[in-house]
């Protein structure tokens, strides 16, 4: 009975692999990471090809809705992130990790966050400039409230394009910095966005 009861303390006081530690990233926030990471480049890869496509093409309609619809589902994993990551703080840095490293990574994440906000903002204003809601996979719809904006679609569009090239360059940077820590530092960095350990 002893070693049963043991093993049973000594489960209730392991952490749960959902949620952040000091150490590592819990797996709802691993989820976020990867869904929305993955979602934006391929919302940037369909974004720029749908620009060459003509009026008679057979994805000139189709494409544009599967690129809102999509937008909109990483807006609301976006702000659910948010809330989560009130409930459930960020790791502490790699203590390997110099004081300039933490502050870029501050910075770039900042970055990260307001780009993808402004850029998915910019997205819905020329989505929705000629008062059309946004249909979601036909599953809800998004309502049109900012129509007055002069040259709305164009100005949106300018600035939509802009912002995305921008957040993939400071994505690009993100993977880049994150590649250095695995390759050149040795440290955890990486690992702990991927891994449970």
């Known amino acids: 009975m002893m070693p049963r009861t043991s093993v049973t303390l000594e489960n209730a006081e392991r952490p749960s ?3 952040n530690t000091s150490e590592r990233w819990g797996l709802i926030a691993v989820a976020f990471h990867w ?5 934006v480049i391929g919302l940037f890869v369909l974004g720029l090809w749908m620009t060459g496509l003509s009026y008679y093409d ?7 809705d599967i690129h809102r619809s999509i937008g909109v589902l990483v807006f609301i994993a976006m702000v659910a992130r948010l809330v989560w990551r009130i409930f459930d703080p960020a790791p502490a840095p790699v203590p390997s990790h110099k004081r300039w490293e ?12 307001a780009g993808l906000f402004a850029v998915m903002i910019s997205g819905y204003l020329i989505s929705t400039a000629d ?10 719809e998004v309502p049109a ?7 709305q679609e ?11 090239i921008g957040l993939i360059a400071v994505a690009a940077l993100h993977a880049l910095a994150a590649l250095k820590h695995h390759i050149i530092d040795k440290d ?3 690992k702990r966005m991927f891994t449970r350990s």
């Open 17 to 19: 692999l959902l949620r």
């Open 35 to 39: 869904t929305v990471a993955l979602a």
């Open 58 to 64: 057979p994805w000139y309609r189709q494409a544009p």
């Open 102 to 113: 933490i502050k870029a990574a501050h910075v770039v994440h900042g970055l990260l966050y």
């Open 131 to 140: 008062g059309r809601s946004i249909s979601v996979f036909g599953l809800f």
């Open 145 to 151: 409230t900012i129509t007055s904006i002069e040259k």
């Open 154 to 164: 164009d100005v949106a569009g300018w600035v939509h394009y802009w912002l995305a």
């Open 188 to 190: 955890t960095t990486l």
